[in-house]
């Protein structure tokens, strides 16, 4: 007996399931090579196709794509790309061109004549050996120059995003010089389609004209009324279902001008979005409504459809492969070679050159869909397709490890454009908080806390209030974002900043990485307290693991977690303190409100039961911790056996805060995972601030490594 035959509606819901599902499972290890999504789409396309899937099961490609069904996937595709396209017309903004319009011209035209005409110049040698006798050689020319000038936009501002270069100087000349080459290679290349299909010089003659025409309209009349649309969805419902249908039909109506005119229907799609006005929220809230749709369900069709388009197996000889290799290098020479001398002979360095060069050289999924479009008109053979995806995956891997190198995260920190200067330091260094907010509402409590310990000292106290925004790939993260965007997480903390008389700074930039992007700004600004605030988190109840257990690992300064359950003043101070670095360290904040703040501070020395009191720390001592404001500290010297109990004993009797070093006598371990109960934590009734000192946390680390690498039975004196 046979398995049931998938045909019709059942075997398009399984086609996008294993699409989508194989694109997701490699997207997982591309994002852990630090590679954009678009890698692993195409490569879950190539695998899906006959270079992998055919070529190891053959009779399952032929049931998973048959076909007959291939001409229902390329019509799904092709409404994917026509939304896709659409999306990064909504990403140009012309502001992107503001202040940099020489420079980026001169970079951007110099990035497409360069390879445009070492393309051209290959397709002399490579029109004989790779082309069809039928294909006329002046469109060939023309499709290769095209082909080796594209940029891949839409990657090259995620890539940006993720390595917080949008708003340096190299990010903003790059996506400028993206912005400009995006919609110069577009125009070029529905001048090349229309040369293509045009069957005499009299028709390509009036495709042009009909292209001009297509191009005011859209400028002249269609703009405008997309403005006064967006100005209403702005003013009044937002964006109703009504202004989705009208707009989409207006895209689709845009598309279909431009096929009709013989340009090809992605230009008009483009078009369209690049005409919307970015101010007012629309463009915004079209990307937010269209982009799921879009990249994550239909684009993925496109990229399996190419690869089974892609058959590596065509390249089966030495020759094969070294024309492979050929490409490769006139695309990096002529993309990369023409943008770094051009941003170098406009006045940037070197490394700023190279990188812009290496961004530039970035093709991805731009690429493919050029190559998909002269497959289709036949101007490039099946051979020479998969020669140029292949070149197309080079350019688009070697960006992110080449960039690192070239423009590593010191020059970043060098040259960021939106870095807030550090004033020239006075004869003692100022005292400087660095706090971090994920959420507002714990930023209110950390200005409080920031208040207090620099008050009466607020003209040589540095203040800094940093958020970041977590990486994605929606194409509304990046409309959102411009350089200088006020985050709304920032907003309570700067808020009751302003209430009490302080000046904060506000710092807000992308990260993937967290952790280490907090120690680097603290470093940077020369901070002498990293100040984080914690929220539950939805699958664990500790405070000190993930980002937290990242930078008391990593930081080489003092680093302190407020737990704020409803800090409204800091009058009552209790510390508690067994002798560790730690307490030491939390001990120097409470001083520091005690000076400060005028707070009244209980220090609550704690002694193991077989300890007698007379060989506990002497009141005396207490003169040495706190020489200037003795009489406002309070002393007491407890015996328990549980640190942490007498701890939460005292703490119920009406305390502001608790200030508590890290230590495993306290039940606060730095933790990863953050897999332990933190008690103190969760059953103290006030606020809690955990401290954690950069020495001592390292002195701990390297003692417990060697601990680790000991072996059985070895004792260490």
Known sequence: MHGPTL???????????????????????????????????????????????????????????????????????????????????????????KGRGHSSVAISHTSIIVPFALGTAAALWLYPRLSEPEVPFSSFVLFMGVAMSITAFPVLARILTERRLMHSKVGAITIACAAVDDVTAWCLLAFVVSIVRAASPTQAAWTTLFALLYIAVMLLAVRPFLARMGARVASKDGLTQNVVAGTLLLLLASAWATELIGIHALFGAFMMGAVIPKEGGLAEALAEKLEDVAVVLLLPLFFAYSGLRTQVGLLSTAESWAMCGLIIVIACVGKFGGSAVAARLTGMRWREAGAVGVLMNT??????????????????????????????????????????????????????????????????????????????????????????????????????????????????????????????????????????????????????????????????KRADL????????????????????????????DVAVLVDRGLKELRRILVPFIGSPHDKTALE????????????????????????????????????????????????????????????????KGY????????????????????????????????????????????????????????????VS
């Open 7 to 97: 045909t019709g509606v059942s075997l398009l819901i399984v086609q996008f399931i294993v699409i989508i599902g194989v694109s997701r499972l490699i997207g997982r290890g591309a994002r852990w090579l630090g590679q954009p999504m678009v890698i692993a789409e195409v490569v879950a396309g190539i695998v899906l196709g006959p270079s992998l899937l055919g070529w190891l099961w053959p009779e399952a490609l032929g049931q998973l794509f048959p076909s007959s069904s291939l001409p229902v996937l390329k019509m799904l595709s092709q409404v994917g790309l026509i939304l896709f396209m659409f999306l990064i017309g909504l990403e140009l903004d012309p502001k992107l061109l």
């Open 363 to 524: 093709r991805g999924l731009m690429e493919i869909i050029v190559l998909n479009i002269g497959l289709d008109l036949g101007v490039i053979s099946p051979t020479l397709f998969t020669m140029m995806v292949i070149m197309a995956l080079v350019t688009t891997f070697i960006t992110t490890p080449l960039l690192k190198w070239i423009y590593p995260l010191e020059e970043l920190a060098r040259d960021r454009i939106d870095a807030v200067p550090v004033p020239a330091l006075a004869s003692a260094p100022p005292f400087t908080v660095l706090m971090c907010v994920s959420h507002g509402r714990v930023g209110p409590g950390m200005a409080l806390l920031s208040h207090a310990l620099t008050a009466g000292d607020t003209k040589s106290a540095q203040m800094y209030a940093l958020h970041l925004i977590p990486s994605t790939e929606r194409a509304s993260f990046h409309l959102k974002h411009d350089p200088t965007p006020q985050e709304s997480a920032l907003a309570p903390l700067l808020g009751r900043a302003q209430h009490l008389g302080m000046e904060v700074r506000p710092l807000s930039f992308v990260s993937s990485e967290p952790g280490t992007d907090i120690c680097r700004t603290a470093e940077a």
């Open 530 to 557: 990293i100040l984080l605030g914690w929220h539950k988190p939805l699958f664990s109840r500790t405070v000190l693991g993930g980002t937290v257990h990242e930078v008391m690992q990593e930081a080489g300064t």
């Open 589 to 652: 904040l409470a001083q520091r409100l005690l000076r400060h703040a005028g707070a009244e501070v209980t220090l609550l020395h704690i002694t193991s039961p077989d300890q007698p009191p007379e060989g506990a720390v002497k009141r005396t001592r207490v003169e040495d911790l706190f020489p200037e404001e003795s009489g406002q500290v309070r002393f007491q010297v407890v015996a328990h056996p549980e640190p942490e109990a007498a701890a939460l004993e005292e703490s119920r």
């Open 656 to 715: 502001d805060l608790v200030v508590v070093g890290v230590g495993a006598e306290w039940g606060l371990e730095s933790n990863l995972f953050g897999l332990h109960r933190e008690r103190i934590v969760q059953d103290a009734p006030t606020s809690l601030l955990v401290v954690r000192h950069p020495v001592a946390a390292r002195a701990e680390a390297a003692a417990a490594e060697s601990a680790e690498e000991l072996p059985a039975g070895s004792v």
